[in-house]
């Protein structure tokens, strides 16, 4: 049976203190569940605090790094993917998972929202920026459910894994 992939996506660089702490805890439910961690595989922000989330509870993560070099990875990747594709590589981020749960918001963000969203994907929205609610909520109300924290987040994410075939 394929493992589940739970996809986290957010900021970078530009995360904020609340996005840090909701990676985190994020990253260590998905492992409690004995799901797969996916991330874009770097050393900084949501990406790192998930994949250290992760790890604090022996689970699995795969890391989807935009460049074709060892530079910036999170030690907490066991499996890094290469792809030498930069930002294109934000499409084999959400491609490559079960749901996505996309904590904070960023440029980087947003694309991969808009990518999971247009290949009918279900997104997990775990942010403050209330804008950001709204636009991602018009572009398709049946696949985005937007939560308050993260406890609300993987509970959605259950039942999402629960109804459908991933």
């Given at each position: 049976m394929r493992k589940i992939v739970i996809g986290v996506m957010g900021p970078g660089e530009r995360a904020s203190v609340n996005d840090l702490y909701n990676a985190y805890e994020l990253g260590k439910r998905i492992a409690q569940q004995g799901w797969v961690l996916l991330t874009g595989g770097r050393n900084v922000g949501v990406m790192e605090e998930a994949s250290q989330g992760a790890?604090?509870?022996?689970g699995l993560v795969i890391g989807i790094l935009?460049?074709?070099?060892?530079?910036?990875i999170s030690e907490a990747v066991d499996i890094a993917i290469f792809t030498d594709l930069g930002n294109a590589r934000n499409n084999i981020n959400v491609l490559s998972?079960?749901?996505v749960i996309a904590c904070?918001?960023?440029a980087g963000t947003a694309s991969e929202i808009a990518l999971a969203l247009k290949s009918n994907k279900k997104v997990i929205l775990l942010t403050d920026d209330e804008e950001s609610k709204v636009f991602f909520h018009k572009l398709s109300p049946s696949n985005l459910y937007i939560v308050n924290g993260f406890e609300e987040a993987i509970a959605t994410a259950k039942e999402l894994v629960a109804q459908r075939e991933l």
């Open positions: 790890k604090s509870a022996n935009p460049s074709a070099h060892q530079n910036g998972s079960s749901v904070g918001m960023g």
